[in-house]
């Protein structure tokens, strides 16, 4: 038998390799996570060597710096394959720092009225009330309009930034204020015959108004009364629910009448 010719020989077209795509566009990033825009046929990698499909990246270290690389995938079915393009240039991303502890901010440094809470101020604070939408800024800290003797729960967090995530919050639970009275005649009654006082059940009387409200103490019922004086009343602090005292409201007397003939 003789030697076998070869045959003729055919064309093998090698498609050239794509372009390198543009740089990656950061659209996101958190202390644990960065996600790039997703382009359609593209593919990622934070090492420019292991691959994904997925334009984010989770697991990831805070406050690390990383390289991320997108390229044009692979076409390997149908009549149009084609080989990977090459790498883009890299973006550079750092990962934010992991949330720091949470403020200082106890329930006594709060200021409370009977419709008014106001929390300290710190401009890289944020605040919430009840679980609502975060707020920050000069004034956010004021939460007004609310209702008498009515329990609310703050947090107050420190805003996240673009190299730091929020903190963590502090939180802290409080109640308004008791309702001012209306006038002194809602809180007791006024004896002229025997000069007293006797309060309406959750009042308190003092002769000096807050901040050194001194409350006066009844007996039977009953607060003596000096003619040509001002007294300071109010519905009293209760401790289950803990309720602040209200505002005052004043019951001055008369002096009393000179003595006749």
Same mark, same amino acid.
């Given at each position: 038998?003789?030697?076998?010719?070869?045959?003729?020989?055919?064309?093998?077209?090698?498609?050239?390799?794509?372009?390198?795509?543009?740089?990656?566009?950061?659209?996101?990033?958190?202390?644990?996570?960065?996600?790039?825009?997703?382009?359609?046929?593209?593919?990622?990698?934070?090492?420019?060597?292991?691959?994904?499909?997925?334009?984010?990246?989770?697991?990831?270290?805070?406050?690390?710096?990383?390289?991320?690389? %997108? /390229?044009?995938?692979?076409?390997? $079915?149908?009549?149009?394959?084609?080989?990977?393009?090459?790498?883009?240039?890299?973006?550079?991303?750092?990962?934010?720092?992991?949330?720091?502890?949470?403020?200082?901010? %106890?329930?006594?440094? *709060?200021?409370?009225?009977?419709?008014?809470?106001?929390?300290?101020?710190?401009?890289?604070?944020?605040?919430?009330?009840?679980?609502?939408?975060?707020?920050?800024?000069?004034?956010?800290?004021?939460?007004?309009?609310?209702?008498?003797?009515?329990?609310?729960?703050?947090?107050?967090?420190?805003?996240?930034?673009?190299?730091?995530?929020?903190?963590? #919050?502090?939180?802290?639970? +409080?109640?308004?204020?008791?309702?001012?009275?209306?006038?002194?005649?809602? $809180?007791? $009654?006024?004896?002229?015959?025997?000069?007293?006082?006797?309060?309406?059940?959750?009042? #308190?009387?003092?002769? $000096?108004?807050?901040?050194?409200?001194?409350?006066?103490?009844?007996?039977?019922?009953?607060?003596?009364?000096?003619?040509?004086?001002?007294?300071?009343? /109010?519905?009293?602090?209760?401790?289950?629910?803990?309720?602040?005292?209200?505002?005052? +409201?004043?019951?001055?007397?008369? *002096?009393?009448?000179?003595?006749?003939?």
């Amino acid at each position: 038998s003789g030697d076998v010719p070869a045959s003729e020989a055919i064309s093998l077209p090698i498609p050239a390799r794509p372009d390198a795509p543009d740089t990656p566009e950061l659209v996101s990033k958190t202390d644990t996570t960065v996600t790039v825009k997703a382009v359609t046929g593209q593919e990622y990698s934070l090492n420019g060597t292991t691959w994904q499909d997925s334009n984010e990246f989770t697991g990831l270290t805070a406050g690390t710096a990383y390289a991320v690389y %997108t /390229r044009v995938k692979a076409v390997t $079915t149908g009549d149009n394959k084609a080989f990977a393009s090459e790498n883009s240039e890299a973006l550079s991303v750092t990962t934010k720092t992991a949330p720091a502890s949470a403020p200082s901010v %106890t329930v006594s440094d *709060a200021e409370i009225t009977k419709d008014t809470v106001i929390l300290p101020y710190d401009a890289t604070y944020e605040y919430q009330m009840d679980n609502g939408k975060w707020q920050s800024g000069e004034g956010k800290n004021i939460f007004a309009n609310l209702d008498p003797a009515t329990q609310h729960t703050f947090k107050i967090r420190m805003k996240e930034t673009e190299t730091a995530m929020p903190s963590n #919050e502090a939180t802290i639970t +409080v109640y308004t204020a008791a309702a001012t009275p209306a006038n002194a005649a809602a $809180t007791g $009654t006024v004896s002229y015959s025997d000069e007293s006082f006797t309060l309406t059940d959750g009042y #308190e009387i003092s002769e $000096t108004d807050a901040p050194v409200f001194s409350a006066m103490q009844p007996t039977d019922g009953k607060v003596a009364l000096q003619p040509n004086t001002t007294y300071y009343v /109010r519905k009293a602090a209760t401790t289950t629910p803990a309720v602040t005292a209200s505002a005052t +409201v004043s019951l001055t007397l008369h *002096a009393r009448p000179a003595t006749p003939n």
